[in-house]
């Protein structure tokens, strides 16, 4: 599969970066003459971030080309994202170009955050229908999943099941209206922020910490409405409305009442804002942006909530369309080391090793039938023994991969041997043992036949 990224932007960046670490080859386009360079830093920055979110390892990387005319990147193009500034006159004289060349069933999104699908399609396309649709991401889109879809239904269904596909949420906007829906609420956030800076009744690094250190958190894992249905307690969201919804007369806000962005208070908010994160370049804010968003939704992920299930979901679509050898020893865990499992040290801590073994054990008893299915039946593996080699040190962005040889399978015993390597070095290794039993008694009993079965043909002759 392919995409063209047509202008090479932060955003453009972004689109290009998840694309291409999904698996796509990706075209650019771009006649900037930093362009290449602003994208290949974007998709460094990437390559360092994504893979922290996923327990499985991300497909081949696609081959990312930059092409010095528009024809060049589109003609033969699956999907094409139009990232060219916000002017309307821009975006037609693009999506023009866009229709004449591309194929007839490719996908044109448009990145635009406040123009409407009716809009963008008052051009002349030619002897062809103008075709392009909303895709409207959030930065950074390597990482943030939401995509804001606009556009005729069949146009949107095929496109939802492409961006799902490379780990992403489709928000499909149920009416056109200018700047979507989550503009609109920021639209909000913003222009009383830009009152609050004006009556100096706050700076930007104040408004910053409202929002980062208070509801902010809360929004990230649910949202406005149902944070606002637990406020109402037990009786729920009529209890919340019947308490707080008589301030929305009040003059808590100046809602309709904009501020004029006068040079002095564009000045007034570029001078607080250098004031509060000016001493950092951007790559380091990038990165620092980066590692906590990795870190919140890895949290999130064991938390089965919010957008961890999206991860936990992709997760699963990784795993399945992993191909599994049939060679021994087995591969079992195939993996990037993520941010949050170094310590103080910056390397991996030793607890973690144990994860990436248990992730190993795991995939045996998958392979086995000892699945979520058979321990719902009441039986299961339990661990009850293991000795662990630490041979050499991980870091946060390390590939690793486990190779498992099943050393013993008889009876209640099952004996795994696991070799944990970065390339061709073994890091560290598990001799683990783990012992059959009832969850109901707790205590070991034979396992159920089918397990048994799939389990012998495993075992290593010789090894036990």
Known sequence: MKAAV???????????????????????????????????????????????LYETALPAEGKLTFVNELPAAVRDADWIQESVPERLDLKHRVLGEIQTHAPDDALIGSSTSGFKPSELNQVNAGPRRARAFVAHPFNPVYLLPLVELVGQTTTVARASGILTSIGMKPLVVRKEIDAHIADRLLEAVWREALWLIKDDIATTEEIDNAIRFGFGLRWAQMGLFETYRIAGGEAGMAHFIEQFGPCLTWPWTKLMDVPELTDELVQKIANQSDHQSGHRSIRELERIRDDNLVAMMRALKWREWGAGVLLNEHDARL??????????????????????WTDYNGHMNESRYGQVFSDAADSIMAMIGADEAYIASGLSYFTVDTHTRFLNECHAGDTVHVDTTVLEGAGKKLKLFHDMKRGDDTVATCEQLLIHVSLETRRSCEPGPTVSAKLAPLVVEGTS
């Not at 202008?7 to 290009?16: E, H, L, N, Y």
């Not at 020893?329 to 941010?339: E, F, G, L, S, Y």
């Open 6 to 52: 047509v202008g090479g932007g932060v955003i453009g960046g972004g689109w290009a970066a998840r694309f291409l670490l999904n698996g796509w080859d990706v075209s650019v386009f771009d006649p900037g003459p930093d362009a290449e360079r602003k994208i290949n830093e974007v998709v460094a920055n990437a390559r360092r971030s994504l893979p922290g």
């Open 319 to 340: 795993r399945s369309e992993r191909v599994t050898s049939e060679k021994k020893p087995i591969r079992t865990v195939d993996r990037v080391i993520p941010v949050d």
